[in-house]
């Protein structure tokens, strides 16, 4: 469970930065493209199974999903890539290569004032 791994990994810097502004984190955003997805109800839970009892217990977490891109070989349109219409969304070209994939980041981490 892949989900498992990144939740410990978040949870690590979470807690390292809590220690060093000495206050207790309430929320924080992670964001992930599509061939790093992370299933939000999974996440959810191995979050707050790995932050029970720690600083973190009871901080929420938000997960946003960076759409995949695409740019047409044809008329060079760069487009959000639809696995249920796998063409060039101005010319209809099946003929694309992805733009990099966004990667796996700890956007932010909101702290109590």
């Known amino acids: 469970m892949h ?3 990144v ?9 390292e930065q809590a220690k060093q502004v000495k206050a207790k984190p309430t929320s924080a955003v992670i ?19 790995a932050a029970a009892g720690t600083v973190c217990e009871g901080m929420t977490l938000e997960i946003k999903h960076i759409p995949l891109r695409a740019t047409c070989k044809k ?7 639809d696995v249920y ?5 101005q010319c209809d070209s099946e003929a694309f290569d992805f733009e990099p994939d966004a990667p796996l ?9």
């Open 85 to 89: 219409k796998p063409a060039c969304s």
């Open 3 to 5: 989900e498992t791994a």
């Open 31 to 49: 964001s992930c493209g599509q061939f790093n997805a992370l299933n939000d109800e999974v996440m959810g839970f191995a979050f707050e199974t």
């Open 105 to 113: 980041l700890l956007e932010t981490i909101e702290f109590e004032d």
């Open 75 to 81: 008329c060079h349109t760069t487009f959000e890539f």
């Open 7 to 15: 939740a410990e990994s978040i949870l690590r810097t979470i807690i």
